[in-house]
């Protein structure tokens, strides 16, 4: 059995039950992690589409693999032991890379850093945090929302978590799966794969550009909300919520990818000059 084995299969039985939260994280109706089951199935496919360029690498054991495999194991046993699953799914972030530094050597770590950086991504945030950031994210989103809606004609006012259209009996409902956390972890990831994957930034801009990636994402999303105002007020509120609620949502992703693209190209290109 090679290194690689004796490493993952341990790894694998050990998160055994922790994989099983994460995976009904991901399947959860108002789940922010939505996007979850394509990070395995990106990673695999990179892995494959390059296999000819890493098996060239040279494979060694290398210790300090330890340095981040232990504090990782070290959490997941905390996590396990308290009960504490999200504690256990983020020390993956820690072992994962732990493990391929060991079995793998320091020079395919390197070279599969940038992917393996993607787990992050993955492992789904504690409720507490979640919980937190979706309700200020959520009154962001709404009361910014209703202005820009309201500078184009949406006539609407809030009422609590609602948005009240003039001539509507039915108000617009601002579910906390449109408060902006679910934009923001997707464009998040989108936004990771285009800088350290496929675009062409090096240096501290990379990092630059992940933390422009916030406010584009709470941006859009403010941007969705008007525009589900302005729908509902021209068509009515059950056109704003379901047909109109579709298409701003993929309008604004859109929107998001090709900024946070139009930014790493013009970056890439200030780089290069």
Same mark, same amino acid.
């Given at each position: 059995?090679?290194?690689?084995?004796?490493?993952?299969?341990?790894?694998?039985?050990?998160?055994?039950?922790?994989?099983?939260?994460?995976? &009904?994280?991901?399947?959860?109706?108002?789940?922010?992690?939505?996007?979850?089951?394509?990070?395995?199935?990106?990673?695999?496919?990179? #892995?494959?589409? @390059?296999?000819? %360029?890493? @098996?060239?690498?040279?494979?060694?054991?290398?210790?300090?693999?330890?340095? =981040?495999?232990?504090?990782?194991?070290?959490?997941?046993?905390?996590?396990?032991?308290?009960?504490?699953?999200?504690?256990?799914?983020?020390?993956?972030?820690?072992?994962?890379?732990?493990?391929?530094?060991?079995?793998?050597?320091?020079? @395919?770590?390197?070279?599969?850093?940038?992917?393996?950086?993607?787990?992050?991504?993955?492992?789904?945030?504690?409720?507490?945090?979640?919980?937190?950031?979706? #309700?200020?994210?959520?009154?962001?989103?709404?009361?910014?929302?209703?202005?820009?809606?309201?500078? #184009?004609?949406?006539?609407?006012?809030?009422?609590?978590?609602?948005?009240?259209?003039?001539?509507?009996?039915?108000?617009?409902?601002?579910? &906390?799966?449109?408060?902006?956390?679910?934009?923001?972890?997707? =464009?998040?990831?989108?936004?990771?794969?285009?800088?350290?994957?496929?675009?062409?930034? @090096?240096?501290?801009?990379?990092?630059?550009?992940?933390?422009?990636?916030?406010?584009?994402?709470?941006?859009?999303?403010?941007?969705?909300?008007?525009?589900?105002?302005?729908?509902?007020?021209?068509?009515?509120?059950?056109?704003?919520?379901?047909?109109?609620? &579709?298409?701003?949502?993929?309008?604004? #992703?859109?929107?998001?990818?090709?900024?946070?693209?139009?930014? %790493?190209?013009?970056?890439?290109?200030?780089?290069?000059?």
């Amino acid at each position: 059995m090679n290194s690689g084995l004796q490493v993952a299969l341990p790894i694998v039985f050990a998160y055994a039950l922790t994989s099983v939260w994460i995976w &009904d994280n991901w399947m959860l109706e108002e789940s922010s992690y939505s996007h979850g089951p394509l990070i395995p199935i990106g990673m695999a496919a990179w #892995f494959w589409m @390059r296999r000819a %360029d890493w @098996r060239a690498l040279p494979v060694t054991i290398d210790g300090r693999g330890w340095w =981040l495999l232990g504090p990782g194991l070290f959490l997941h046993v905390c996590g396990a032991g308290l009960t504490v699953d999200s504690l256990s799914a983020a020390s993956l972030c820690l072992t994962i890379p732990g493990a391929v530094l060991l079995a793998q050597g320091a020079v @395919r770590f390197r070279n599969w850093l940038p992917i393996l950086g993607l787990v992050a991504f993955a492992v789904p945030l504690p409720m507490f945090v979640t919980g937190q950031l979706v #309700f200020v994210l959520k009154e962001v989103a709404v009361d910014a929302g209703l202005t820009l809606g309201n500078w #184009f004609g949406a006539d609407a006012v809030r009422q609590g978590a609602n948005i009240r259209i003039a001539n509507e009996a039915t108000p617009l409902v601002v579910a &906390d799966a449109c408060g902006g956390l679910r934009s923001l972890v997707s =464009l998040l990831t989108v936004s990771y794969v285009i800088v350290f994957l496929l675009g062409s930034a @090096r240096g501290l801009w990379r990092w630059i550009l992940m933390v422009v990636a916030i406010p584009v994402a709470v941006l859009t999303n403010v941007v969705r909300i008007a525009a589900m105002c302005v729908m509902s007020r021209q068509y009515g509120v059950e056109f704003g919520s379901t047909t109109g609620h &579709d298409v701003a949502g993929m309008a604004v #992703f859109v929107l998001g990818f090709g900024i946070m693209f139009g930014l %790493d190209t013009l970056v890439a290109r200030r780089q290069a000059s």
